[in-house]
């Protein structure tokens, strides 16, 4: 059978129409994949610090026992490093603060800081005793340790410490901008005890020595602005330092919507 010459270019050309359809469709295909690719923005690879770091021993008030921070590091860049950290601050710990500098506690006997929040991540203290070898953690889970202070004036001997949970602003550090609970337990960090809640920044307390009683102030962050300032809401709660807890407020609800302004 003869093809005229319509047919038969016809017959030599679909072929290569189905292949440069193939290659069409090949193109649009990566086309779109670099597109959703590009949509989307390229995620570095992050390597976590997993490194606990031990820091040096110290004194809980207890002769025959010693205290270590434990912990890790933000891993922050090297342009964060130069504005935090200061000449002696390579090591994970806890600096002895002084009266002149100003205490974070103004009525402890001793205080310690972790004067770089922003660098390293105090997560745990490790209590030891030296008389029995016998090592064992403060917290069973990690929290963000930022001071503790020593109490012995007290008619039941504590160590309080001021502790991050939550990280409020989203900052990815646990520092004082968060909401610091107040912590307390024996000098051999037993009975470890929440005073204030998660949600609230403990700030201050007033001791009362022939009541044995402890007003503790925070503040609220009532606006939800993720900051806590002086404008924002304060609160009281009581603590009884025989039997701490969890500290009871001391104005109802009640009480503090009647002195709302209107």
């Known amino acids: ?72 590091c933000y891993l922050p860049s090297k342009e964060d490093r130069k504005k935090e950290r200061t000449e002696d601050s390579g090591i994970l710990s806890f600096k002895e603060n002084t009266k002149e500098k100003g205490y974070n506690d103004r009525m402890a006997n001793k205080e310690f800081v972790n004067n770089d ?82 949600n609230e920044k403990f700030i201050d307390y007033f001791y009362y020595p022939k009541t044995q009683k402890i007003l503790v102030k925070s503040i609220i962050d009532r606006n939800d602005d993720k900051k806590f300032t002086n404008s924002d809401e304060t609160n009281f709660r009581e603590l009884n330092i025989k039997e701490p807890a969890l500290g009871r407020e001391i104005f109802s609800k009640e009480l503090k919507d009647s002195l709302r302004i209107q």
């Open 1 to 72: 059978m003869r093809l005229d010459p319509i047919h038969l270019f016809s017959f030599y050309t679909k072929p290569i129409q189905r292949h440069m359809r193939s290659i069409h469709f090949f193109f649009i295909a990566c086309l779109l994949v670099s597109t959703s690719a590009c949509g989307k923005p390229r995620q570095e690879p992050t390597k976590a610090n997993t490194s606990i770091i031990i820091g040096d021993p110290m004194d809980c008030g207890i002769d025959s026992m010693v205290i270590f921070p434990t912990g890790t």
């Open 117 to 198: 929040e922003n660098i390293f991540d105090i997560r745990n203290i490790l209590f030891h005793d030296l008389n029995t070898g016998v090592s064992y953690p403060l917290l069973k889970d990690t929290a963000h340790i930022l001071s503790f202070a020593l109490h012995k004036e007290f008619s039941n001997p504590q160590i309080f410490y001021r502790i991050v949970m939550k990280d409020h602003n989203g900052d990815k550090v646990y520092n004082s901008a968060d909401p610091v609970m107040l912590f307390t337990s024996d000098l051999n960090g037993k009975n470890l005890v929440q005073v204030t809640p998660n």
